[in-house]
């Protein structure tokens, strides 16, 4: 099933069949992937093998005659650990930037007008508004998209991952003034399912539950704030609880797209154009 199809009509203009709630299914598809390969990788990383890592030597060995630092097994595990990290978050950034890329053009068709003398033209017209798009800064992207209000706050929360990104990227995790959002604080703000003990505390997706103890699990409210000069610590449970954030964000685009249509969201659009 394609997510959009041009269709011509013969003696008349054309239309487009497109499918929104198609989008959802990718991007959580490809979200359960990234989830797994990170829960592969933190497995990996977090078992106890100082032994048999300090033992094996390779066919080829570094050493530097001028070695500025000689690290521990543990300083070894803590930098890896932070690779993945980092390298996962930007992951999880891009699989979020090409899924509103995507729902950009389906927003673009939905609120489209007739151009030109066929369906074609107007094909080749949301390309050139799609490459506009792909070109936009991050926060313009987040402005192009019309949600109801009560979506809004999951694309402010879109738009602190974004200057998460940047300060890994530009400024080796230290936060700097540009990365704020709030005075000299970036202010990170989740909404997620956990189990919830009968304390209030929610666990993590590594934390052990005692087996005496019964947990529902519910919708949780966090914040997580980093400081100005503050390096940025975000792990697996910060990236696994962005997740959440992405699909309410998704939810608000798509259900704002079949309003523009007037359309029941059980069903895929057809788009008609008089002649």
């Not at 919708?219 to 100005?228: A, C, N």
Request: charge should be positive; charged fraction near 30%.
């Amino acid at each position: 099933m394609d997510l959009v199809n041009y269709e011509t009509v013969p003696d008349d203009y054309g239309q487009i069949r497109f499918f929104p709630l198609l989008l959802a299914n990718q991007t959580n598809t490809l979200l359960e992937e990234w989830f797994v390969n990170y829960k592969f990788l933190n497995f990996c990383a977090g078992r106890d093998i100082e032994k048999e890592f300090l033992k094996h030597h390779l066919t080829v060995e570094f050493a530097y005659s001028m070695r500025i630092k000689d690290r521990t097994f543990e300083e070894i595990r803590r930098d890896v650990n932070l690779f993945i990290d980092r390298s996962l978050f930007q992951d999880l950034f891009r699989i979020l930037v090409s899924t509103l890329e995507i729902a950009n053009e389906l927003y673009e068709i939905a609120t489209a007008k007739k151009v030109g003398n066929s369906i074609f033209e107007l094909r080749a017209e949301i390309e050139k508004k799609k490459q506009k798009f792909h070109k936009a800064s991050f926060p313009d992207k987040i402005k192009k998209f019309e949600v109801k209000q009560n979506f809004k706050k999951f694309l402010e929360v879109l738009n602190a991952v974004n200057k998460a990104r940047n300060c890994y990227e530009h400024r080796n995790g230290v936060l700097g003034t540009e990365d704020c959002n709030s005075g000299q604080k970036l202010i990170l703000n989740f909404r997620f399912p956990a189990p919830v003990s009968k304390t209030g505390k929610a666990m993590g997706v590594f934390d052990s539950m005692p087996m005496s103890e019964k947990f529902q699990t519910q919708f949780v409210e966090e914040r997580k704030i980093f400081r100005l000069n503050q390096k940025l610590d975000l792990g697996f449970n910060d990236s696994y609880k962005l997740l959440y954030t992405i699909n309410f964000a998704l939810k608000g685009i798509i259900d704002q797209i079949y309003e523009c249509c007037n359309m029941d969201k059980q069903v895929r659009i057809l788009k008609q154009f008089k002649r």
